[in-house]
């Protein structure tokens, strides 16, 4: 559809007008009346000598009126393929559904009109009616349609079509190869085009519902979120991917499908008119993804190498409420990192001790080092011999965790609790790409367990992933993250026992509020009526004097945060901080 089609936001246009009737049948033999045996009536076939110009325009009229008055039987016995034109006509009367179809013969038209009529967004055009052997709108071509015409005049005709209950019309320039037959007639060289230049063999003309398209992405408050780079491919990806709109908003449009449905509809004409676009709102709070951007971008301008990502979950919905990295721009490290979250990891693992029946007082002795092949130390110098299990939380004391996980844990123990109780594992779909956190499972060795007990080893994580764990302890329920309200959220297998839950959510408090606690000097002045977290420094180099990464994940009532700082040291030196500058807000919701 080209001059004076309205080509705004259209969506699918139904499978080509086909059609069958009786206008402009032809008696192709005579009777004898005095004959008692009819002699079989010849097919008609193409002849290689084109139409006189007179008789292409004869043929072509009659062609037109009996489409425009229905007569769709008619219009097909007018083609060298009727078959294939009578399903093609009807198929676009019984889809496109118009009131009124009105044909206007035009004039002779060129080879190069039709190519730049028929010209998809690719620059390629469709083929030429003098090229294509009638009977291409079809799977199979009928016996009339076996060979190409040697020779056809093209002409173009008007076509304006109606629709009931809108005064909008669909205007296009259509385009007929008219071929001599072998009765010496004219008929229409069967092509998809005929119905529309933009038309091909194997799609349909459709209609569908059409919208207008989003305004803008906006938060959960409507607040502009343009002024956030390290929102900006987020956006971009919900602006190329909107989701779908209130059908109560849509219009109805005119396009053209491809029928394996492997392409994009081509708009051709909207119908009715749909509702101004809608802004999509996003889970994301400004407030705090603004605070959470100030954290990230302050730890990167102490140190170039420190490289960090945050994310800040609602517990009780899954909502991602803030995503930060610094640099902002660049790698998304906040979703798509893949590290080792040092004893960030120690909240899943206490958790399956806990499950495993270890009381949280029992006492859990804290040696300086342990050896499993690899020998691990903690990020203290001193023995804690008399230590109970919550202490040694308390301080994240790695000997305590490997050697009572080796006790009371087996290899594969961690990602079956990570998955069944924290859902962590693959097939998140947030509503924007990101990496899947991961836990090795059965059949690990000895010492690379024992690793895998203090978030060393092959455990790989991002802020995205240890955020939900924190959400997960707040709400006692995990919640799948995700960045826009109704997306689909998988569920964990299951849930903690309220004795289970209670003691983690204890064991977390006294690391942000005992005074030995790891994180306690970072939360300074931040309470809560559910208030916990847990540090983590991940080592990874084997060589000792290699920067290590900062972590910390916690919550505070219904929000949740996780931090890592690249190089960034322990986890009370960087990561911490960040997370309580954000913590601090708190959730306004």
Not at 181 to 209: C, F, K, R, Y
Not at 460 to 477: C, D
Request: charged content about 15%; some cysteine.
């Amino acid at each position: 559809m080209r001059q004076g089609a309205k080509t705004a936001i259209v969506s699918a246009i139904a499978a080509a007008m086909l059609g069958a009737g009786g206008y402009g049948a032809y008696s192709l033999f005579g009777s004898d009346s005095k004959s008692t045996t009819a002699a079989p009536p010849k097919p008609r076939t193409v002849v290689a000598e084109s139409p006189a110009p007179d008789l292409a325009a004869s043929g072509a009229k009659s062609f037109l009126a009996a489409w425009s008055s229905g007569d769709l039987q008619g219009a097909a016995k007018l083609t060298d393929d009727p078959q294939a034109a009578l399903a093609a006509l009807t198929a676009f009367q019984q889809q496109v559904k118009p009131s009124a179809v009105t044909l206007t013969p035009g004039q002779p038209a060129t080879a190069a009109a039709f190519a730049s009529a028929t010209a998809q967004p690719s620059g390629a055009a469709k083929a030429s009616p003098s090229a294509a052997p009638s009977g291409s709108a079809s799977a199979s071509a009928s016996p009339s349609a076996s060979a190409a015409p040697a020779s056809q005049v093209l002409l173009n005709f008007k076509s304006h079509v109606e629709f009931a209950g809108t005064t909008n019309t669909w205007d296009y320039t259509g385009y007929l190869g008219m071929v001599k037959m072998s009765d010496g007639t004219a008929a229409v060289n069967w092509a998809p085009t005929v119905i529309n230049p933009h038309l091909g063999a194997g799609e349909q003309i459709v209609t569908q519902p059409v919208f207008n398209p989003p305004t803008r992405v906006t938060d959960r408050n409507g607040q502009s979120l343009a002024n956030f780079p390290s929102l900006s491919q987020i956006l971009l990806n919900f602006q190329q991917n909107p989701p779908a709109q209130d059908p109560a908003d849509a219009g109805t449009g005119v396009a053209i499908v491809d029928a394996a449905g492997k392409n994009k509809p081509e708009p051709l004409f909207t119908v009715t008119d749909p509702k101004p676009g809608k802004p999509i709102k996003l889970t994301i709070d400004a407030n705090l993804e603004a605070a959470a951007q100030k954290a990230v971008d302050e730890q990167l301008a102490k140190d170039p190498t420190h490289k960090a990502g945050m994310v800040a979950i609602e517990p009780s919905t899954g909502n991602v409420l803030a995503v930060a990295n610094a640099p902002a721009t660049g790698f998304n490290t906040a979703l798509q990192g893949k590290t080792a979250p040092g004893s960030t990891m120690k909240v899943i693992t206490a958790t399956a001790l806990l499950e495993a029946g270890v009381d949280p007082n029992a006492t859990m002795p804290c040696p300086s080092t342990i050896n499993t092949g690899t020998t691990y130390h903690n990020d203290f110098t001193d023995e804690e011999p008399n230590n109970t299990f919550i202490q040694d939380f308390t301080v994240s004391c790695n000997t305590a965790f490997i050697k009572q996980g080796l006790a009371s844990l087996q290899s594969g123990s961690l990602a079956k609790e990570a998955a069944d109780v924290f859902g962590i594992g693959p097939g998140w779909k947030i509503g924007f790409p990101t990496a899947d956190g991961s836990i090795p499972g059965p059949g690990q060795s000895k010492d690379e367990t024992a690793g895998e007990f203090m978030g060393q080893g092959k455990d790989l994580m991002n802020p995205l992933a240890m955020a939900s764990v924190a959400a997960t302890v707040e709400s006692g329920t995990f919640k799948q993250p995700i960045l826009m309200a109704g997306l689909p959220q998988t569920p964990a297998a299951r849930q903690l026992s309220p004795t289970v839950l209670n003691n983690l959510r204890s064991m977390m408090n006294q690391v942000v509020t005992n005074p030995k606690g790891t994180a306690t000097p970072a939360m300074g002045g931040i309470s809560g009526t559910l208030f916990g977290g847990k540090t983590g420094t991940a080592e990874v180099s084997s060589d000792p004097k290699a920067p290590t990464n900062s972590w910390f994940t916690g919550y505070r009532d219904n929000l949740a945060v996780c931090a890592e700082v690249l190089s960034g040291g322990f986890g009370a030196d960087s990561a911490a901080p960040a997370v309580a500058e954000v913590l601090k807000i708190g959730n306004a919701g």
